[in-house]
């Protein structure tokens, strides 16, 4: 590798920013009406096919949703251990009788009912943006709707993307007036992505705090009945501890404290949860397919208890479905009663990761298995508490197991401390997708992201956040020992999400899905009333407790912030300082330098105009390569990018300065692997844009009209149908092809030295030739052939290497956030090379200084 260092000052070229078509096979508009035809044609023929779909896809959605029971509804499946324990403390202990043990069991039916059942599963899984769930997956259909976006890198052409549109094509009055009103401002564009990295932060700390909470609740709950068992309890941390099976269970050891130290506890706490953690990199379909039958067993296993408890105890608790009872509790409590709703949002916690985990499964299969097996099976069991609870009061401390037969609470008590260690697999899974977006999206440092299923590909694990969430909750773990506190936490952080996710929601009814602002209006308040009053009753208890998500979750907030401030920074600078296209044409064909041999990629992230690196370059080596290809690798605000559509191709400058541009689009759920196939099929890309350009007429203005601004899709289909290069493979031993057929000394006695450490390694190298046609344009053979030539002499890769420094004029915070913040996460992140899959041999780096 090389390193240039050049030290350059800020100067303004004020340009207008060149205009870049959009299209389908090419970037032309159409008309208004033609399109409006087209995307009318489209929804016809995917309304005859969605029956079709639907069967030929069940027999999946029935695998799907077996796995979502060990990923997603763990965390649900297991509140039932300790929600009534938790609504009845503090001054609500003195309010402890049948009427009001009815009223509680009500409440935690119509927050089921309502919360879960009705906002999640019927509603906000609707949303789902191609598959995807989320917060940032609410904030992708908003920003593809409307200019929120603060990162200015749209293109007209990204909107021609064909999973682009969502929702109706017509826009309402009401829809365009709230667009236009969040557009021009952009304080409320800013005040939105915080609002979307605070649900973000609050999903990323419900990920430190939840298995903590699901390691301490479980064993403790059952304490009176360990004394005599203290044998037992050890067999049980053994066999967690070989199933891997994490977390939750072995913190319930504070039972058996009498024979075991408090430190000794606090160990083998630790020591299942690096098991859980350890788990992870198998997979979401893995993890699924090993946990789903501890959680369905669960859940069957509560049902019949609940069933038994309310026929023998009190079959009268079925009146308590009436929110009357709601009343009346209320009416008995006071205030008392509202501050117990902090206890009651315990029945729903885990709800958020339906929406966040929908990328690892599907919305129809997260649906089937809520309505037909979750939801019946926790409302029997909170049913069948409450109804035992009512004769039996001074068991409310431990009300699971009391209310558990003694001739089945050996089993059942196995089968619970498994079900809690699975309890928290639903939210670190969600914590990865969410992670995953954000990347994307330009508000997280770049991180490696590993695929972990090919039929699925929102299945992913990433080993960095990982282990800093095993960190962190380790810390939560040891650091608070009482569940009460652990719960407080854990609360707030829910309904934050909750919340959070019921504002965006609102917005997304109104922008995307066209609906009047009336109607989301009515959901907005609706749901904001409930999660309001449950939201209010854990701030309460930020004192006992709830700091913690809140500290967590600014912190994971800011960082976001940062980057993504950061990020747009430099951004505007590179865009503000582009190189102006009458300087390159000024210099003519050659450039004013030797062009040698090869092609040169230069990577940038603008998508127009040419960076600055390049002009420094120039002036700094006397040589540069024959075909230059400027390289913009983004993410667009849709999930996936299909092959077809990845490629933008167009020109810089007139042909014979042999000067090209292409932006590789992903979306934010794309896998940028190291395929090894970039090279030739940029190559093709180009080859088939050249011949595109000769006979399409839009492509064949003349030179005068500038060339930075018209592109053209280039699929990758055409590659396997028919390209204009003929292509060829051979199977050689040693160096990259790259490498191989360079002329450069330097990089020939490199590749010497590369084949006596690796010998004989077997690579597949392409070649292109020119197809014989007679008919083909002289002067578009001849541009072919330099690209051909280019190929084989070889390929070097050219990347900025920045420092991003603040303006000595800028504020204190603004110094300490870019020269501090940025610049630490910039320096401790993967590296740009590393994340594009560029070979470091083959990488010449620019180094430049951002003053911004």
Known sequence: MSQI????????????????????????????????????????????????????????????????????????????????????VGKLQDHQNPDTIFGAFSLIFWTLTLIPLLKYVIIILSADDSGEGGTFALYSLLCRHGKFSLLPNQQAADEELSAYKY?????????????????????????????????AGMVIGDGVVTPAMSGMVEIR????????????????????????????????????????????????????????????????????????????VWLISIFAIGLYNTIQWNPKIVYALSPHYIIKFFGQTGKDGWISLGGVLLSI??????????????????????????????????????????RNISSIPTSFYDSVPDGVFWPVFVIATLAAIVGSQAIISATFSIIKQCHALGCFPRVKVVHTSKQIHGQIYIPEINWILMILTLAVAVGFRDTTTIGNAYGLAVMSVMFITTFLMALVMVLVWQRSIILAAMFLVFFWFIEGSYLLAAFIKVPQGGWVSLVLSFFFMFVMFVWHYGTRRKYNFDLHNKVPLKWILGLGPSLGIVRVPGIGLVYSELATGVP?????????????????????????????????????????????YRMYRCIVRYGYKDLQGDDGHFENQLIQSIAEFIQMEAVEPQFSSPDTVSYDGRMAVISSRTFESGSSLVVSEVEEFGASNSIQSSKSLTLQSLRSAYDDENPRIRRRHVRFQIPQDPGMDPSVKEELLDLIQAKEAGVAYIMGHSYIKARRSSSFLKKLVIDFGYSFLRKNCRGPSVALHIPHISLIEVGMIYHV
């Open 221 to 296: 709950s059952s304490q009176r009945y360990f004394d005599a068992f203290t044998i037992w309890s050890y067999l049980l941390i053994a066999v967690n501890f070989i199933l891997f099976a994490v977390l939750s269970s072995v913190s319930g050891l504070e039972a058996a404290q009498r024979k075991l130290p408090q430190g000794g506890v606090r160990l083998l706490s630790c020591i299942i949860l690096v098991g859980l953690f350890a788990l992870q990199h198998c997979g979401t379909h893995r993890v699924g397919f090993m946990f789903a039958p501890v959680v369905i």
């Open 167 to 199: 929702g109706s094509l017509g826009q309402s009055s009401s829809s365009v007036a709230l667009k236009r009103f969040l557009e021009k401002r952009k304080k409320l564009r800013t005040a939105l992505l915080l609002v979307v990295l605070l649900g």
């Open 5 to 88: 260092q050049i030290d350059t000052e800020e100067d303004s070229n004020d340009l207008p920013p060149p205009v870049v078509a959009g299209g389908g096979q090419e970037s032309t508009h159409t008309s208004e009406q033609d399109g409006q035809d087209e995307h009318a044609r489209i929804a016809s023929n995917t309304r005859n096919l969605i029956p079709k779909f639907l069967m030929a896809n069940f027999p999946t959605s029935l695998i799907l949703a077996y796995q979502s029971f060990g990923v997603v509804y763990g965390d649900l499946s297991t509140s039932p251990l300790y929600v009534y324990s938790s609504i009845f």
């Open 612 to 656: 600055a690196i390049f002009s420094h370059f120039v002036t700094n080596l006397p040589a540069f390569h024959n075909v230059l290809v400027f390289v913009c690798v983004k993410s667009v605000p849709v999930p996936y990018v299909s092959a077809e559509e990845r490629f933008l191709i167009g020109r810089i400058c007139p042909r014979p």
């Open 349 to 390: 916690t885990g709800t958020e990761a339906m929406f966040a985990d929908l990328g690892h499964f599907s919305a129809r299969s997260i649906r089937i298995a809520f309505i037909f097996l979750v939801y019946p099976c926790l409302v029997m069991q909170y049913m069948g508490q409450a109804a035992y609870l009512s």
